[in-house]
């Protein structure tokens, strides 16, 4: 009985938010009923397999790092990136990755090969190679993330970011984001405004880049992103991502 219930109320909280935001998109205006759509097959798909890998979560609200870890395990074992490869094909997704990311990749790989922080993380030279390897393939000519270059307007947006985070680092403990971080957060802003903002998704495990984001998205123009030394910019030009 308690697991239909816990069921039931996972359902019923799901659908709330969706009632509530399913339509919202960043910035003024409303998504289309074929984005909420879409968005409620993701959410109840996410929550359906989290139950099936065990995680009886009573609502969308005890999601966690360690579930979206789990999720991530998951969706590698089942051949996610064949999946990634015919939605490409179809026109219906791209993966871009920061420039900057890879290389922070590339020495991720490298700690845990000449500098693990525990013995458990530790890469043997066959490991590490074979890590390298099948990275390289994913990111060559963009067959599975496309590697996104920083520009000039990058910087620009990350002058705006910079404050609000500040601010907001403040009010939870000094829990700043690094350099890399907000230029990372800039670059999927400027994509949200080259392309259809509400179909650009940040997928992050990052708490304070989400509330970055929140803070960014629902804060009026004036009183969140004050100009920064780089001088008055508009303030619809940065629209934070989904």
């Given at each position: 009985?308690?697991?239909?219930?816990?069921?039931?109320?996972?359902?019923?909280?799901?659908?709330?938010?969706?009632?509530e935001?399913?339509?919202?998109?960043?910035?003024?205006?409303?998504?289309?009923?074929?984005?909420?759509?879409?968005?409620?097959?993701?959410?109840?798909?996410?929550?359906?397999?989290?139950?099936e890998m065990?995680?009886?979560?009573p609502?969308?609200?005890?999601?966690?790092?360690?579930?979206?870890?789990?999720?991530?395990?998951?969706?590698?074992?089942?051949?996610?990136?064949?999946f990634?490869?015919?939605?490409?094909?179809?026109?219906?997704?791209?993966?871009?990755?920061?420039?900057?990311?890879?290389?922070?990749?590339?020495?991720?790989?490298?700690?845990?090969?000449?500098?693990?922080?525990?013995?458990?993380?530790?890469?043997?030279?066959?490991?590490?190679?074979?890590?390298?390897?099948?990275?390289?393939?994913?990111?060559?000519?963009?067959?599975?993330l496309?590697?996104?270059?920083?520009?000039?307007?990058?910087i620009?947006?990350?002058?705006?970011?910079?404050?609000?985070?500040?601010?907001?680092?403040?009010?939870?403990?000094?829990?700043?984001?690094?350099?890399?971080?907000?230029?990372?957060?800039?670059?999927?802003?400027?994509?949200?405004?080259?392309?259809?903002?509400?179909?650009?998704?940040?997928?992050?495990?990052?708490?304070?880049?989400?509330?970055?984001?929140?803070?960014?998205?629902?804060?009026?123009?004036?009183?969140?992103?004050?100009?920064?030394?780089?001088?008055?910019?508009?303030n619809?030009?940065?629209?934070?991502p989904?």
């Amino acid at each position: 009985m308690s697991k239909h219930k816990n069921a039931h109320g996972l359902i019923a909280s799901i659908a709330a938010v969706l009632r509530e935001f399913g339509h919202s998109r960043a910035g003024d205006g409303k998504v289309g009923d074929r984005t909420r759509e879409k968005r409620a097959t993701v959410l109840f798909l996410v929550f359906r397999q989290l139950r099936e890998m065990g995680f009886k979560l009573p609502s969308y609200q005890g999601l966690g790092n360690r579930h979206v870890t789990k999720l991530c395990m998951r969706w590698d074992r089942e051949g996610l990136s064949e999946f990634i490869q015919t939605q490409k094909r179809l026109r219906k997704a791209k993966l871009f990755i920061p420039n900057i990311c890879i290389a922070e990749v590339l020495n991720a790989f490298a700690r845990k090969r000449f500098r693990p922080e525990r013995p458990r993380d530790v890469l043997d030279e066959e490991s590490y190679k074979r890590c390298l390897s099948n990275f390289r393939d994913h990111i060559h000519w963009g067959r599975t993330l496309y590697p996104y270059d920083l520009n000039r307007y990058h910087i620009v947006a990350a002058d705006k970011i910079i404050p609000v985070e500040h601010r907001l680092a403040t009010s939870r403990g000094r829990e700043y984001l690094s350099t890399f971080d907000i230029l990372v957060f800039a670059m999927v802003c400027e994509l949200a405004y080259t392309r259809e903002c509400e179909e650009t998704l940040l997928v992050t495990c990052d708490r304070r880049m989400k509330d970055v984001t929140e803070e960014l998205r629902t804060a009026s123009p004036g009183s969140s992103t004050p100009d920064g030394p780089l001088g008055r910019v508009e303030n619809a030009r940065w629209v934070p991502p989904n």
